[in-house]
Nanobody
Framework: QVQLVESGGGLVQAGGSLRLSCTVS????????MGWFRQAPGKDRDIVAA????????SYADSVKGRFTISRNVAENTLYLQMNSLKPEDTAVYYC????????????????WGQGTLVTVSS
């Protein structure tokens, strides 16, 4: 079993920055590809960014390219999402996710989810 706990959400003005963290524990904590998803009110949960198990490969949704950076500290079992130049449309609950494989995810559904952390961007 894998446990994921997000932190770092909050209220920020447009143009500001936040860094989300996800602490990972469990049997696959150091060998999983991972990702960040988000779900705005009334909308589907969509992928924001993904990273391979070693951190060598990353991918981003077009809407966040150049503004968000996904990274991981394998030694500390922590996943990060640095979010810069935030926009009101980035407002959503952000979820950390883990997969039962190591390569960069594409369209696969994650195997494990965190509880989510709310990010609110005011205009």
């Amino acid at each position: 079993q894998v446990q994921l706990v997000e932190s770092g959400g909050g209220l920020v003005q447009a143009g500001g920055s936040l860094r989300l963290s996800c602490t990972v524990s469990g049997r696959t904590s150091t060998s999983s590809a991972m990702g960040w998803f988000r779900q705005a009110p009334g909308k589907d949960r969509d992928i924001v960014a993904a990273i391979s198990w070693g951190g060598g490969s990353t991918s981003y949704a077009d809407s966040v390219k150049g503004r968000f950076t996904i990274s991981r500290n394998v030694a500390e079992n922590t996943l990060y999402l640095q979010m810069n130049s935030l926009k009101p449309e980035d407002t959503a609950v952000y979820y950390c996710a883990a997969y039962n494989f190591r390569v960069l995810p594409t369209t696969q559904t994650p195997n494990y989810w965190g509880q989510g952390t709310l990010v609110t961007v005011s205009s």
